[in-house]
């Protein structure tokens, strides 16, 4: 028998500390615990969703009136210069793991919060690397057959904060074998703890946010693009303007509501303050779409997941419309209330 509780508070599983209970809360340790936990959703006649790190999701003040299924799988196997590693493992942990075992390839993804299914799932990165280089093959259990898939790194079809995983919810990625280089391992060890550290001398993880709430847009305005690049003196990479620099152009660094707030540290961190709730950071999200679409001309599209029904039904990644695999996200979003 698995786990369930009822009516449990959500917002202690998230960074943004935010949101309301979920009627149910399934945790599971193996794969047949996770195909209990969906028949049991299905019984119900409930919606599911999956719940990792809780570093990227904003849950509505009204919580979620379905089952979240918790993934405790936390096994690590190690052949050669593949690692087998589950979707609950923490990725920070794995990153310095496979590091002192000489294994080179995820130390610029140190010290992103979150677990690695949810790494999975949206292509995180950082300093130019992302998830998806290493992951070879990932394991996920079809929500509706019940089926585990395993999928080569092509059919999974990573990009910028994407995957087949972000547009396909009923796909829950249980494991991934990851494909890293051998090297030395001090060496190895010395550059994970370095990522670790420019992070912390940036003090943004202790702000109660979700990293970057929107994702870097592609910009056609070729006059844009040299703005920035002047301002900022580096070169625009695939066309992407970091959401952050036209946040902060667009005069809104600083910017409140409530207790949601723009923060003062990173324009694209947008933070819960002192107590603030799932409808105002909405509010604050929609604040700075139409600010900068005003003043920039770019709309931006959330990189953050909502949970839960929210007044003015944002939509990211997990709702429709599913994005391309990289496609500009400028034009593909409803106007903001
Ligand atoms: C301070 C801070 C800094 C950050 N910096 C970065 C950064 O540099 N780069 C970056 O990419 N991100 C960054 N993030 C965002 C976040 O850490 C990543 O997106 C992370 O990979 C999310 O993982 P999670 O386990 O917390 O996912 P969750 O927040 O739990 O879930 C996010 C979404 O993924 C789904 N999901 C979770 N697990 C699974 C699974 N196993 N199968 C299918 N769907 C799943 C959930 O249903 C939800 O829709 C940062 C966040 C914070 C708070």
């Known amino acids: 028998m698995i786990d369930i509780q009822k009516n449990v508070p959500l917002a202690p599983f998230t960074s943004l500390e935010i949101g309301g209970p979920a009627r149910f809360l399934a945790t599971v340790a193996t794969l047949a615990e996770l195909r209990e936990a969906l028949l049991f959703a299905r019984d119900q006649r409930l919606p599911f969703r999956v719940l990792g790190g809780g570093t990227n999701l904003l849950v509505s003040d009204d919580g979620f009136d379905g089952v979240i299924v918790r993934l405790k799988f936390e096994q690590v196997r190690l052949a050669e210069d593949r690692v087998q590693a589950e979707a609950g493992v923490d990725l920070t942990w794995l990153v310095r793991r496979t590091a002192q075992w000489g294994l080179c390839g995820m130390e610029s993804l140190a010290g992103i919060p ?74 190895a060890e010395g550059r994970a703890e370095a990522t670790i550290a420019k992070r912390i001398a940036r003090k943004l993880q202790c702000q109660k946010s979700v990293g970057s709430f929107f994702m870097n847009p592609v910009v056609s305005d070729q006059e844009l693009i040299r703005r920035f690049e002047e301002d900022q003196k580096v070169h625009c990479r695939d066309g992407r303007i970091p959401a952050g620099w036209l946040i902060d ?34 509010r604050l999200a ?16 959330e990189e953050v997941s909502y949970l839960g029904a929210f007044p003015a039904a944002p939509r990211d990644g997990d709702g429709s419309p599913a994005a391309e695999p990289g496609a500009p996200p400028e034009g593909r979003r409803p106007s903001p209330p």
């Open 114 to 187: 979150g677990l690695l299914g949810g790494a999975v799932r949206g292509n995180a990165g950082a300093y130019g690397s992302c998830i998806g280089e290493v992951a070879e093959k990932v394991f996920a259990l079809h929500a509706e057959s019940l089926e585990l898939k395993i999928m080569d790194r092509e059919e999974c079809s990573f990009a910028y904060r994407n995957s087949l995983f972000k547009r396909e919810p009923r796909l829950i990625v249980v494991s991934a074998l990851l494909h890293l280089s051998p090297g030395d391992a001090g060496e």
């Open 249 to 282: 152009q667009a005069g809104l660094r600083g910017a409140k509501v409530g207790a949601a707030m723009v923060s003062s540290l990173h324009a694209n961190y947008l933070i819960n303050s002192d107590k603030a709730s799932a409808r105002e950071m909405v």
């Open 286 to 301: 929609g604040l700075v779409r139409s600010g900068v679409l005003d003043a920039m001309g770019v709309l931006l599209q």
